[in-house]
């Protein structure tokens, strides 16, 4: 009897997944580090105007949020 071959197509959709994996892991850590940024700017800011009702932080950390989903998408449409 003859053993079954190894197809490529397996080594090749490895390759794929592991390829996806990383780039979707990155969109992730991407979007953690600008909602991150934004959030700590907003933070900052108002500890230097010295606002009592962190408004800043609220309007930096939701602006960040919309950023992030921006990229996000246009990263999953490119190619």
Known sequence: MQKPLKSKKSKN??????????????IAF????????????GY???????????ILTLILSLLSVILAIYVAVKDFIKK
């Not at 959709?13 to 990155?26: E, I, P, Q, R």
């Not at 900052?44 to 962190?54: P, S, T, Y």
């Open 13 to 26: 959709d490895f390759k794929n997944s592991l390829k996806n994996y990383a780039k979707y892991s990155g």
């Open 44 to 54: 900052k800011l108002d500890a230097f105007f010295k606002f009592e009702n962190h």
């Open 30 to 41: 991407q979007m953690a580090a600008v909602i991150f940024l934004g959030t700590w700017g």
